[in-house]
Each structure stands twice: as structure tokens, then as C-alpha cells.
């Protein structure tokens, strides 16, 4: 389990040429699947500025790594667009606010997104419905 | 506790996809003939500057209507604005300023605002009015259920006399007594023989 704002700035490096292709800037959440689509670059030198999560081998305490140049390359356009989840506020879908999003904690082996911690409590990832330029929303707690 | 909200609290609360994205906000509630139900509501554009949108979002639409927010399922349930509308007349403002008078022919005040069940039913459940002298020896305002046979004609509102008894202070309060209101008229004699029962003959 990791934290996103412990993944943020981290280095990719690839496993096979030992390449460093850049740092991260932020994760991409698909709220369909409540996972990581893919990681989105800062600082990069080979125009990759989104890696899939496919593509990533492993996320660890000091680097992100991925297999090779050409596995972080393909798909570019396949990623689906950019919505930032951090600092961004909660709504249920029955229009409740609950607060900001503060960190995210995922699986860093499947890329699950676990928990969605907001100074009003902590969110399952599986109730996360969707992440908009407005707000996160997240299925009502069964009750 | 049902939640309730007031239709004036509604305008300007922002409406939002279950995406995220925020797309309009309310401008105004529109309400079915007998003011039973609200059927939609008109649109504005979000921001200072923008104004009213062609768009409005019939009641069908909504996903829930929150403190915080109206929830859509998508931009798509928006229509054209002539369809939520209709052609009858119960907008807004022909209830907002109408006299209130029980069953039995007593002016009990005016209407002041439209109180709203929120969630997903969309119901009327009464109306914030402005009391008579009648009802109170100071002017005031108060929340008086609606009855299920609620009568609007444009002109006047009549609820059933014995509203007067559940009649609140405030929002909180009313929702109890919209409760208690429900619960005395689908019994209406409490005193039927089926209570009676080991009691002394």
C-alpha cells in the first residue's frame, strides 16, 4: 500500500537501459474500474509525458519502474484524459459535500485505488462513481 | 427525519454530473399544477457573468437533490427549456404570495417559500407562510404541512383545517411534524374500537 503524495516526484526508470524518463507529477484515476489508468510525467526528456499503468513494474519506496523505453511509448492516446483527484472536493451522489481529497492510498502491485482520505473520514476506492474538473464523486455509504 | 429544503435555498446551488463535472447551476424551481411536485427546474450558466441557459432539467433527470449540490447522471438528461416548463401557469411565483386557507374557510397567512422533500422524490411537502393574526397574535413566520388533496388555483391554497395543529418554527422541526401530519391522516380516528382491546368493558 502507498500513498499518491508519496509517489509524487519519484523517478522513473526504466529496468532494461536503466533510463531515467522523468518524474512523477500525478496519477490518473479511471473512476470506472476505481484504479490507476496511468502516471503522468514532469521533466520528461523523450516526450513521454503518461506512462500506462500496464506498463509499470513496479512502484517503490525511491523509483517507479518500467520495463523498457518502447513499453512506456505506445498507447499514448489511448490514456484516458487527466482529472486531478488531490485537493479536489468530495461530493456523494446525493449531492452531500465531503470535504477535500487529502491522499489516496492504492495498491502499489494492482494499482486498486484503496482509500480516499478527506479531513470528513475515509472513502472505500470501490464507492469512488467519478472525478470530474468539479468533484469527485462517491457512492452514498450503505446506511 | 425527512430531509427538506426550501425552493428559494435551491437557487444557485450548482448541478453536478455523477463525472464531476459542474455544468449549470439552478435558477428557478418550476412546480406541476397543483403544486404537488416539482417538475424541473430553469437553468443559468456558472460564473458572474452568465446568464439563463436554453437548457432546463426536468425532475426525471435528477439524480438527488443535496445540500451541496443537484446530482445528474450526465449532461444528456438536460432538454430544451419549453419541454420541463409546460404550458400550464404554476410557475414560481403564482404560489409564492398566495393567501392560505384551511378546508374550513379560515385565512391561516401567505405563502412565503415552497418546502421540498430533497433526495429523490421531488414531493411538496408544505410551505413556508407568512401567519395571520388568526393563527397567532404576532405576525411570524411558520411551516404548515400540505394535505394530500391540496387545492391551488393560481388565486389561494387550501390545506385541510386540522394542518393548524402541525404547524413549525423552523425546518428542522417541520420535518417532524410532516411526519406526525402523515401519520394522524392515514389514521384518522385513533380512537377506533381496535385499540380498545383489554381495556375495561
Not at chain 1, 31 to 36: E, R
Not at chain 1, 110 to 136: E, F, M, P, Q
Not at chain 2, 117 to 138: K, P
Not at chain 2, 161 to 180: G, K, N, T, Y
Amino acid at each position: 500500500m502507498m500513498m499518491f503524495t508519496q509517489v509524487q516526484g519519484l523517478p522513473v526508470i526504466t529496468a532494461d537501459e536503466a533510463e531515467p524518463l522523468g518524474r512523477v507529477e500525478s496519477l490518473t484515476i479511471d473512476a470506472h474500474t476505481s484504479g490507476i489508468a496511468c502516471l503522468r510525467l514532469s521533466g520528461a526528456p523523450r516526450h513521454i509525458t503518461a506512462i500506462a499503468w500496464h506498463a509499470v513494474e513496479a512502484v517503490g519506496r525511491d523509483a517507479v519502474i518500467v520495463r523498457s523505453r518502447a513499453a512506456a511509448d505506445p498507447g499514448q492516446d489511448s490514456l484516458p484524459a487527466h482529472q486531478e483527484a488531490l485537493g479536489r472536493r468530495v461530493l456523494t451522489e446525493h449531492g452531500a459535500a465531503h470535504g477535500t481529497v487529502r491522499d489516496i492510498a492504492f495498491d502499489n502491485t494492482t494499482g486498486h485505488i484503496h482509500t480516499l482520505y478527506t479531513a470528513l473520514g475515509d472513502i472505500s476506492g470501490d464507492r469512488l462513481l467519478g472525478i470530474g474538473s468539479y468533484a469527485v464523486v462517491v457512492r452514498a455509504e450503505a446506511s | 427525519m425527512i430531509p427538506l429544503v426550501l425552493a428559494s435555498e435551491l437557487t444557485k446551488r450548482v448541478v453536478v454530473t455523477l463525472g464531476g463535472e459542474a455544468v449549470a447551476q439552478i435558477r428557478d424551481t418550476v412546480f406541476d399544477a397543483r403544486a404537488g411536485r416539482v417538475t424541473g427546474f430553469t437553468l443559468s450558466g456558472r460564473g458572474l457573468l452568465a446568464g439563463p441557459l436554453k437548457e432546463s432539467l426536468p425532475f426525471s433527470g435528477v439524480h438527488a437533490i443535496g445540500p451541496s449540490a443537484v446530482m445528474i447522471p450526465g449532461e444528456t438528461v438536460l432538454e430544451k427549456r419549453d419541454v420541463a416548463m409546460g404550458a400550464d401557469g404554476a410557475g414560481h411565483g403564482e404560489v409564492i404570495g398566495a393567501p392560505v386557507l384551511t378546508d374550513q374557510g379560515t385565512e391561516i397567512g401567505t405563502v412565503l417559500d415552497v418546502v421540498i422533500e430533497t433526495g429523490v422524490s421531488g414531493r411538496v411537502v408544505g410551505f413556508e407562510i407568512s401567519t395571520d393574526e388568526n393563527t397567532d397574535r404576532h405576525r411570524r413566520k411558520a411551516f404548515i404541512p400540505r394535505g394530500e388533496t391540496l387545492a391551488v388555483s393560481g388565486r389561494a391554497l387550501v390545506v385541510p383545517a386540522h394542518a393548524r395543529h402541525f404547524i413549525a418554527d423552523d425546518l428542522p422541526s417541520f420535518s417532524a411534524q410532516v411526519e406526525a401530519f402523515r401519520a394522524h391522516t392515514a389514521q384518522p380516528y385513533p380512537q377506533s374500537p381496535s385499540t380498545g382491546t383489554g381495556g375495561p368493558a
